[in-house]
Each structure stands twice: as C-alpha cells, then as structure tokens.
T-cell receptor, first 111, second 117 residues
Framework: GESVGLHLPTLSVQEGDNSIINCAYS??????FIWYKQESGKGPQFIID?????DKRQGQRVTVLLNKTVKHLSLQIAATQPGDSAVYFC??????????FGKGTMLLVSP | GAVVSQHPSRVICKSGTSVKIECRSL??????MFWYRQFPKQSLMLMAT?????????EQGVEKDKFLINHASLTLSTLTVTSAHPEDSSFYIC?????????????FGEGSWLTVV
C-alpha cells in the first residue's frame, strides 16, 4: 500500500520568516500530489498541487517542490503570516486512486 | 476555485436516531465523492467512495448499513448515519473530484460536526 508521512509534527516560525513543511511518500507510482491547509474545526483547503512530470510549482506565496528520486515533497511558504497557522497535510495518489494523506504538520506562526 | 458545500455544519441528535449530511459540488460535476471521518488531532480517515449512479465503495471496517451513502446526482452525495450512538460523534468531511480539470484535483467541504447525545 501507499503511505505518506510528514517529518515534523509541529513547526514554529516567526512572522515574516519562510516556512518549509516536508513530506515523504512511499509509493513510487504516485503521480499526483496535493497540499492542503486545515484550520481548526474546518475542512481541508486546497493550497497547491503538482504532478510527477514537474519538480516545482509556484503559487501565491507558496511553492511545492517534488523530488521523485527520494520520494519527497515540500511546501514552502514565503513571508509566513499568523493567518498561515494551521495543520498542513500532504496527499498523494497514483492514477485515479484515492488520495492518501499524511499525518499533518501543525504550523504555528508567532507575531 | 471549485467549491464543495457541506450541510449541516453542526448537528446534534439523540442516540438511536438517524442524521443526514449533504455534500454538494457547486460549480462542477463530480461522479466521485469521498466521505471522511476525522478525530481530534488526527488525519482524515477515508470511510467510503461515493459513485454517482452506483453503490458506494466502503473502506474496510466501515459498516455500510450504518453509514448509508447515496449519490443520486452529479452534484450531490449524502451520508446518513443510522441509529447513531455517542461513539459516532465526530467531524465528517466530504470531498469531490473535479473531473473537468485535467486530472484528479479534489476539493473538500467545510465538514460537519456530529454530536450524538
């Protein structure tokens, strides 16, 4: 089966710093990856996705990097703001299989 | 971006009664929707995959007779928790696959808090 995990359960940063959240996956057939943000008591919110034919994709203040060689992806948040405080999940799938979620990383941003 | 609406956001029901949660894709059609359950400080646990016009596919350990899923249209899936018990109290989240997008983007609803008293 596929497993997706996160290296750090909690990440604390200062406002204005850049944040990096890491994720490892086990299934080399995974070809689609999504990062979600989940605020307390709410459903996950889509942040950014990337397909296996890319190694980098940028959004607004966010960048996802994919390293298929070591089966690792990361989410970089530039100029982190207090509103970025949430739990971040990575998810992976292969083909049209269901998404497999990582355990989540809590990002805490201090003003 | 694509929006998935979930209703109700919070519901309290008495033990032994049934409660229905709706999941709607508002600006796209979804032949596939997913239902998750989430416990505090844990990741999402997939309960079942809802397929429009056919039976849902349940994950191992999920009672299909207790968690009834109906996907009657391309924009609506419902989860009915039958004969609810306090241990069914949880955060239930649905998601829908946007198949108009060239692949597999999945969007989530806001979740529904179920409290069984």
């Amino acid at each position: 089966g596929e497993s997706v995990g996160l290296h750090l359960p909690t990440l604390s940063v200062q406002e204005g710093d850049n944040s990096i959240i890491n994720c490892a996956y086990s299934n080399s057939a995974s070809d689609y990856f999504i990062w979600y943000k989940q605020e307390s008591g709410k459903g996950p919110q889509f942040i950014i996705d990337i397909r296996s034919n890319m190694d980098k994709r940028q959004g607004q203040r966010v960048t996802v990097l994919l390293n298929k060689t070591v089966k690792h992806l990361s989410l970089q948040i530039a100029a982190t703001q207090p509103g970025d405080s949430a739990v971040y999940f990575c998810a992976a799938s292969s083909g049209y299989s269901t998404l497999t979620f990582g355990k989540g990383t809590m990002l805490l941003v201090s003003p | 971006g694509a929006v998935v609406s979930q209703h109700p956001s919070r519901v309290i029901c008495k033990s032994g009664t049934s409660v229905k949660i709706e999941c709607r894709s508002l600006d796209f059609q979804a032949t596939t929707m997913f239902w998750y359950r989430q416990f505090p400080k844990q990741s999402l646990m997939l309960m079942a995959t809802s397929n429009e016009g056919s039976k849902a596919t349940y994950e191992q350990g999920v009672e299909k007779d207790k968690f009834l899923i109906n996907h009657a249209s391309l924009t609506l899936s419902t989860l009915t928790v039958t004969s609810a018990h306090p241990e069914d109290s949880s955060f239930y989240i649905c998601s829908a696959r946007d198949e108009g997008y060239s692949g597999n983007t999945i969007y989530f609803g806001e979740g529904s808090w179920l409290t069984v008293v």
